[in-house]
């Protein structure tokens, strides 16, 4: 049984590969760099605002701090799977779009090894690219024709991550993350006059990309009384300097802005209209991520309620990503949140037995546009609803955010998020007295 089970969940996991390498994100800043990050884990730490470091819970799989993971059970087994989604508004002095997105976030599973050693493993995204930009000039040859240029970009890096969590000594755990990081983006930056009889110029890059990374945990429980209880936790993750290829095309085209299709559809189905300039393999691409410290701790009442804090700093200022470092700066985060239980041990009122969460996160990203830092702040909220055994628990989580500014002509992104995973708990590799 155990065997089948464990041969299913690497099927699906092969399966969602591809899956989670699509892109859930329509954003402009996502052309610089490798797009948008997510560090805020699964939902139930997404609706306490992302908060990871001391959060130390012993039926959810919290692989930010792979030292969390030893809090499970030594009897039990984790399933988890999710999915989410976003509505997000783009926002420029001029103009306004709404875009949707929904797709695949993350499955993993997590089990012991012995009383003190307790393994997971999973997939989720690391990293998302997205962005269709126009821009217009004026042609400086004939004032009365428009020179326009198109920029568009997919992909993003995929996750694969192995943890191993250790009950060392009275309190203190500590954990790894071995992760497999890969993926591709595709880039293309178009350049044509607004004529029908025009010809466009486009440049083509092609990035695939891997390395095999690690992240080190560290968590000190400890109790105040029979009541209250204290987590101080720590994360490190080591700079990433990654395996990356990048195939460069200069191609000839007609103006196929006039089919009213995108790049990638029109190079794909109308292969004889275009010419190839030039074609090259630059191997050795610098894609690079810095270092990354998070610092967190959480108090509160045992089996009521939970509430932390956590702060990350990252220098991308002297990193160099795609051949750019003009535009990075140091990205520092702060989160707070909060959990509530009414009465967990509540028999005739499902209500008292639902996590109640809810939280706040605001971030100086790694990017820096004319001048500006980008900013990402928000408020997020959730709840864990429990199911079968109380261990088991449906968990849903949304956020309200935005997401830079449109101070000196950059784009503000206002965006609602949600996201719900379904966490399977079990107690397994119990030897049965009767069939």
Do not use: C
């Amino acid at each position: 049984m155990i065997k089948k089970t464990f041969l299913t969940i690497g099927l699906l996991i092969i399966t969602l590969l591809q899956i989670a390498g699509q892109s859930l994100t329509n954003s402009p800043y996502t052309r610089f760099g490798i797009g948008e990050i997510d560090r805020s884990g699964f939902n139930q730490n997404k609706a306490m605002g992302g908060i990871s470091a001391g959060l130390r819970m012993n039926n959810q799989i919290n692989f930010l701090n792979p030292a969390s993971i030893s809090a499970q059970d030594s009897m039990s087994f984790i399933f988890d799977v999710g999915i989410n989604g976003i509505t997000k508004e783009l926002k420029s002095n001029d103009n306004s779009l709404t875009f949707n997105n929904f797709a695949f976030d993350h499955l993993a599973l997590s089990f012991p090894i012995k009383k003190w050693w307790v393994a997971s493993a999973g997939v989720t995204p690391y990293s998302k690219i997205g962005y269709n930009i126009n821009q217009t000039d004026i042609y400086e040859f004939n004032d009365t024709i428009n020179k326009k240029y198109n920029y568009y970009g997919n992909g993003g890096i995929t996750q694969l991550f192995l943890t191993n969590s250790f009950n060392i000594y009275k309190g203190l755990s500590v954990g790894f993350n071995l992760n497999y990081l890969f993926g591709s983006t595709e880039q293309y930056n178009q350049a044509y006059l607004d004529l029908p009889e025009s010809y466009s110029t486009v440049i083509v890059n092609k990035i695939k990309m891997n390395k095999i990374t690690f992240d080190l945990g560290l968590q000190y429980y400890g109790e105040i009384g029979e009541k209250y209880f204290y987590v101080a936790g720590f994360t490190y993750s080591n700079k990433v300097d990654f395996n990356a290829t990048n195939d460069q095309s200069i191609l000839m085209t007609e103006n196929y802005n006039l089919y009213n299709v995108n790049v990638i559809d029109y190079l794909a189905n109308y292969r004889s209209d275009y010419d190839t300039i030039t074609s090259s393999r630059i191997t050795n691409y610098k894609v690079d991520i810095p270092e990354r410290y998070n610092i967190g701790f959480t108090a509160g009442i045992k089996d009521k309620l939970t509430f932390g804090v956590d702060y990350s700093y990252q220098d991308w200022s002297t990193i160099e990503s795609l051949n750019v470092n003009d535009n990075f700066a140091t990205d520092q985060t702060i989160r707070f949140g909060i959990e509530y239980i009414p009465n967990k041990r509540s028999l005739r009122n499902y209500f008292n037995r639902i996590n109640y969460r809810a939280g706040f996160y605001h971030n100086n990203s790694y990017l820096k546009l004319k001048g500006e830092q980008i900013k990402n702040y928000g408020i997020t909220f959730g709840i864990g609803l429990p199911i079968a055994n109380q261990k088991t628990s449906l968990n849903i989580s949304g956020a309200y955010g935005k997401n830079g500014t449109t101070d000196n002509g950059l784009i503000e992104e206002n965006y609602f998020s949600f996201g719900i995973n379904l966490t399977l708990y079990d107690f397994w590799f119990i030897k049965r007295k009767f069939n």
